[in-house]
DNA sequence: TTTGTCGCTTGTCAATCGAATAATTTTGAG
DNA sequence: CTCAAAATTATTCGATTGACAAGCGACAAA
């Protein structure tokens, strides 16, 4: 049976709030979280399996199901997720930026991205996988978070890059592929290429090379 | 039960090649063969069944075990097609082009394949589809066709573009990565942007962006 | 201590999967 | 025309899928 729908947006309800069930729910919770937003980043929506994502987490199938509902409802909750920690690691950083040089500073910021890109590779995988079919999940995708990402992103590029506004399309998902690719198919790169993209200096020459590139 | 090795390679044995029943067979197959290319590339070899691939082809799933035996071995079939239609599309072009200006000459080879990105989204999704789990499939793709492709535009990028060696992998993921996302997450695109990255003066003017980016 | 709620486990369900086999139709050599 | 082989369809199988429901033990309010 799934639970309450109120308790399952604020994880708990008035009367258990901070008390140690719901503090147990919340971390059981949480697990599954991690280990769909894992499952689901390697394997895409399809590929994974409830079951799948259960044992990775420790526990049962059912536990899921009680927890969440549906496999659908458990996918948002591992986006948000995401989304949420994509937040405060890339967001944040990029719009309180200062520096003297306008023109390092925006190749700093590039150089940000790209390693962010490098610990993300999740928001690549989940990008591709689910923006190349107009269905539910990402119309919700889009409206629930890719819109004011790209809102706040394309200010930026507006203001501080001084992109046209017809551009932003092409910059925003040429540096989103430059940047992300390279990551996110790094076992095809270790084994075509011999070298391991996620090694730290690797990320680096990365970095710098996507960010002359940008900002010649 | 599965047809014998001999014939599923050459399609025709001694005795009936040529035959009216070799080339119906052949049609057959070439048919189930596109939509396999059609499915995979869209729902991934996870999220595809064979009876979809069936369904598409205009016949039943029965058929797909007695051409090719597996899951498996229609998608190797399927990556094959893919790759014969990119070589002829893009490298041709590639290798042959001659020009005066040596700069406007990698330039136009860089929108080739930007337009090329435009016309096989499918390379893309099965580069990143395959690309980030190390298995079999992504073994088979290395040896088989990604290497040589690999090889050949490192050549190119080696001697035409002037590039170091030791830069090969990050000018190749960025090309391809700034090339291609934009019209593999072409839905996305639409939703968020409000612009069709297919349409052809998008093509031309992602092709232009990229193009003076590379080679400024 | 009682009692009922909560977090969780287990078992089951119909649907669907890839694969194999049986049955049927089509084809072409003799 | 005959008939065996080939191509296609139909059926079946065991395994796996997402979802559901019954029941368990632990905990907390009364």
């Known amino acids: ?128 996988d689910e923006g190349k079919n107009a269905d539910d999940r990402l119309n919700w995708l889009i409206s629930t978070h890719l819109r004011p990402r790209f809102e706040t992103l394309s200010d930026y590029m507006l203001n501080a890059l001084g992109y046209a506004r017809e551009d932003l399309p092409h910059v925003y998902y040429t540096l989103a592929g430059a940047a992300g690719l390279i990551f996110a198919v790094a076992p095809e790169c270790r084994q075509l290429t011999g070298i391991d993209p996620l090694k730290k200096e690797t990320v680096e020459r990365h970095a710098d090379f996507v960010a002359r590139l940008i900002i010649a």
């Open 1 to 128: 049976m799934v639970r309450d729908d109120s308790k399952s947006e604020n994880a708990a309800s008035a009367k258990s709030r901070g008390t140690a069930r719901s503090k147990k729910r919340e971390e059981t919770s949480a697990r599954i979280v991690h280990a769909a937003r894992q499952s689901f980043a390697k394997r895409g929506f399809h590929g994974t399996s409830t079951r799948d994502i259960a044992s990775v987490a420790g526990t049962n199938q059912g536990l899921i199901t009680y927890h969440f509902g549906t496999k659908d409802v458990l996918w948002r909750a591992a986006a948000d997720n995401l989304f949420e920690e994509i937040g405060e690691r890339l967001f944040d950083r990029l719009t309180q930026r200062q520096s003297a040089d306008e023109r390092e500073n925006a190749r700093e910021s590039i150089r940000e991205f790209v390693r962010f890109s490098a610990d993300y590779p999740e928001f690549f995988w989940l990008m591709v």
